[in-house]
């Protein structure tokens, strides 16, 4: 792909058209700036589409990711962490922006059936995201139309199950409009470059993480054709570009600035990579993080109460003993799950994102600050699908049998896949093969010698590390099986209850007399009615 050449390209065609994920209209009318069939072509429904569509999964991953202690959440009381008004340009950005203008390029006769094929895909994720996050929610062709289409202004939502059959359809209907597309290709495909067969497997395998969060072990066997090789993996690649339009990636453009980072590392992340195995340190982590000071005040520098308060010696500590807390050794400064505490001068030397998933800089051992421009300059991607993480899937497939030699097997070949994953980054130092074999030989040394309750948090662990960048799928699987179990609780001892499901928009209730708000965030979603009920 050449990402930077053609967002530039249509950019400029469309960019007043586009329906970002930061918009934030409270209602679901028509979008008056939208595109319609008689003002532009299918290329330009569709790129305008692709590009919506790698923003609003970086956001919604992003907020699975913080639920899920793979990226830092600000917010002791989960009641309160993501608002109803939070969730307003996301729920919009989905109706009235991708899901609108893949029905407007479906009504143009220049749409082909790759492009129709594309179009299904998205939208078969964005609903079954949808689900996943809020539950019931309104669904075109399933009960009354599309919220803001064809006039409908209330929409009555579906239940959860009926969209997710109605998703799994598309997915069925797109396999089949890749299979008859002929050789007539869009304009542009930023994801798979007019290669018809990754685009069925992607569906595939979408398709089977739905069958996953159902339970149905046997639909999700029955998908043979699916992502389990690196160069399959559904991802966006973002560009370089800081200007108008800006195609970095979004966790760079507020991670490497003139005025330092803009957000925290996980503790609980980087302190399971630092001493994973045997104390091993996971390689990955030179890819992941980048660390901007050697030592962190209170751990191996002196204690600076300006700017890590909790580094100070004799300051409280509500974890149990073996969970990290405030910060760690080596420079890794983060910020633990659920602290909201004001921010202190900490810009130049808290941890940054690393060249993977965000463009940022190698962690080669430096220790030097970065500002924008520096690393990869933000050519970093966006994960939707990875190969790696079919093969985790495998293995919580494998549980439903008591199979854990196919669990660790699974699990062993999704942390290799992983690795190889950021050892093809380019511009960065390839990870040394050495390094590789031993993380995974000491894998199996933990492994066999662990406890079946070891191995589980072993494999949602890594499954987690994994997921890196895109957090939908850790949000789902931690309310599915409650592991890891080894997870950092909030720092707020009484935090109430870990939410379930998501507040509805503020836009859907307040303008939609057929919505009612939720009496709080502990309602589960249909598929996980009888999930772990021990959350933190």
Partial sequence: MRFINKILVFSLTVS??????????????????????????????????Q???????????????????????????????????????????????MLQDIVLMEQLESTTNYARGMGKVFRAYIYLTLVDYFGDVPVQEVGEALGGLEGVLNPVATGGQAVYDYAIAQLDSAISDFQDAGSARPQFDFYYNGDASKWIKAANSIKKKAYLNLGNVGAYNGITNYIDEISEDFQFQWGTNAVQPDTRHPLYRSG?????????MPNWLMGKMLTSFNGLKDPRMAYYFYRQVENVPGFGAPANEEVLECGLPGYFNPYPAGITFCALPDGYWGRDHGNDNGIPPDG????????????????????????????????????IFLSSWSHFMNAEVALASNDLATVKAMTRAGIEISMNKVDDISGAPALDDDAI??????????????????????????????????????????RRNGLPSSIQPNIEPSPGNFPLSQWYPANYVTNNSNAEQKANKAGRVFWNASGPSNLK
């Fill in 16 to 49: 007043l058209a586009l329906t970002s994920c930061e918009t934030a209209e409270l209602d679901l009318t028509s979008n008056p700036n939208a595109l319609t069939p008689e003002q532009a072509s299918s290329d330009f429904f569709l790129n305008a589409v």
């Fill in 51 to 97: 590009e919506d569509f790698a923003s609003w999964v970086h956001s919604m991953g992003d907020r699975g990711a913080e639920l899920s202690r793979v990226a830092y959440m600000s917010g002791r009381n989960y009641d309160q962490v993501y608002s109803p008004n939070s969730w307003d340009g996301l729920w919009s950005s989905a109706y009235r922006g």
């Fill in 256 to 264: 490497y600035t003139n005025t330092g980072g803009g957000e925290y």
């Fill in 348 to 383: 130049f030397t808290r941890t940054l994102r690393g060249v993977y998933p965000a463009g940022g800089a190698f962690d080669e051992g430096t220790f030097a600050p970065k500002i924008i421009g520096e690393g990869l300059g933000g050519k970093g991607i966006t994960p």
């Fill in 437 to 478: 074999t031993a993380f995974l030989d000491n894998f199996d040394i933990v492994w066999d010698a662990a406890s079946t309750s070891a191995k589980l948090d072993i494999w949602a662990e890594q499954f987690f590390i994994s997921m890196v960048g895109n957090g939908i799928d850790a949000y789902n699987s931690y």
